[in-house]
């Protein structure tokens, strides 16, 4: 199972883009996008918790950006605004079971098994 991403592409600083992601939407599931930078380590960049509805956010894009997503469509939204240069990178939706012990999603990239392929996000200045 791979997820698909879509929704990236060239923003002028201070712009808006919203990603999309095809993936599991279910409550025993976590779904999370990451994103990667040229020579710099994946990172997590906001997080949703299928059991709760929980998101969570890294804190550079807090107040920024918006995870969501909707059920019938299988789709998890990542709404990115006021961006900045620094945002530019191939972005990455990543899904992971539910432990079953009510273990909150984490920004571990290692704890996800089910990746997409990635789509640019390229923000000019």
């Known amino acids: 199972v791979q997820l698909v991403e879509s929704g990236g592409g060239l923003v002028q600083a201070g712009g808006s883009l919203r990603l999309s992601c095809l993936a599991p939407?279910?409550?025993?599931?976590?779904v999370c996008w990451f994103r990667q930078a040229p020579e710099k380590e994946r990172e997590g960049v906001a997080c949703l918790w299928g059991r709760d509805g929980s998101a969570y956010y890294q804190d550079s894009v807090q107040g920024r950006f918006t995870i969501s997503s909707d059920r019938p469509k299988s789709t998890v939204y990542l709404d990115m605004n006021s961006l900045k240069p620094e945002d530019t990178a191939v972005y990455y939706c990543?899904?992971?079971?539910?432990?079953?012990?009510?273990?909150?999603?984490?920004?571990?990239?290692?704890?996800?098994?089910?990746w997409g392929r990635g789509t640019q996000v390229t923000v000019s200045s």
């Open positions: 990543a899904a992971a079971q539910d432990d079953g012990w009510g273990t909150p999603p984490t920004f571990r990239p290692w704890e996800y098994d089910i």
């Open positions: 939407t279910g409550e025993n599931y976590a």
